[in-house]
């Protein structure tokens, strides 16, 4: 399986694993329509899409548009599905869009993959910890929880915690692929939807699938433009800008955070590995770093004179 077709592989993790690929001997093909969200105003001048250009046979289209599907489906052997929309908050106020690009795009990918003669024989998915929600806890010594989202009373009175019904205290565990799938943002939906036509399409079809759920993805290249990237960009840009840090709720809330290079290794090896099939794998370190933790690293790390201030302000 040498041909390889990466959707949005001119983003941040597309663009780094074509070039792996790309060192390993493989054919790669990208298909990106370089989002100015992503890319900037002047595209065709991105580092990332400078990264690529001659080095994949790069399709400049839409995953919305099927000629262009068409076109980069291909003589392909496996299809890497990074193209979306991303951003929890952002999706709660572009509904239409993260629908048509990542619903309808991925559905469109599909309807082509079952009525076009094709050599697709794996299909890649990247999902999101997005689908988990709020995650998993455990209440007191007992049973597992996925408790829905805090509600804006509590967080008004400084009440940041996750609790039960009867304001019991619980205690975050690891979100483990077997966890309650329960998405708290519309982005979180739409992934959802997405491993389940892949799943459903995908065996219909006899075509093997891996969907792989990011956690965290951080690293060299990372745009510190883009608000949307999470919040190792936003502490950096502010930081770089002389400005304090304002660090929501009180700082404690954890995420996995994992490295663009190990992201990468473990994509590939979904690739390559005959194990890796019709599965469902998080993509993560295992380790939970607090907020404020990431904050003060940051601050050392730019060896910067600025402020961490601890706010109590929170997102709906």
Known sequence: MKNILITGGAGFIGSNLALKLNSLGYSVTVLDHLSEQIHGSNSENSPLY???????NFIKGDVTCREDVEKSIQNQDVIIHLAA???TGQSM?????????????TALILDVLVNQKNAVKKFILASSRAVYGEGKYQKGNFEAVYPESRSVASMQQGKFEMTDENGEILQALATDENSKLHPTSYYGLTKLQQEQMV????????VKYVILRYQNVFGVGQSLLNPYTGILSI????????????????????RDFINIEDTVEA??????????????INVGSGIATDVLTIANILVHSYAK????????????
């Open 50 to 56: 400078q990264s690529v250009l001659g080095k994949v």
């Open 85 to 87: 929309e991303t951003g």
């Open 93 to 105: 106020y572009e509904i239409e869009k993260y629908s048509r690009v990542n619903v309808y795009g």
């Open 199 to 206: 799943k459903l399409v995908c065996k219909s079809i006899g």
């Open 235 to 254: 502490f950096s840009t502010q930081i770089l800008n002389a400005k304090n840090l304002n660090i929501f709720e009180d700082g404690l809330m954890t």
């Open 267 to 280: 994509t590939i090896k979904s690739l390559e590995l005959e194990s890796a099939n019709n599965e469902i």
């Open 305 to 316: 004179n600025i402020s961490i201030d601890i706010s109590g302000d929170y997102r709906v």
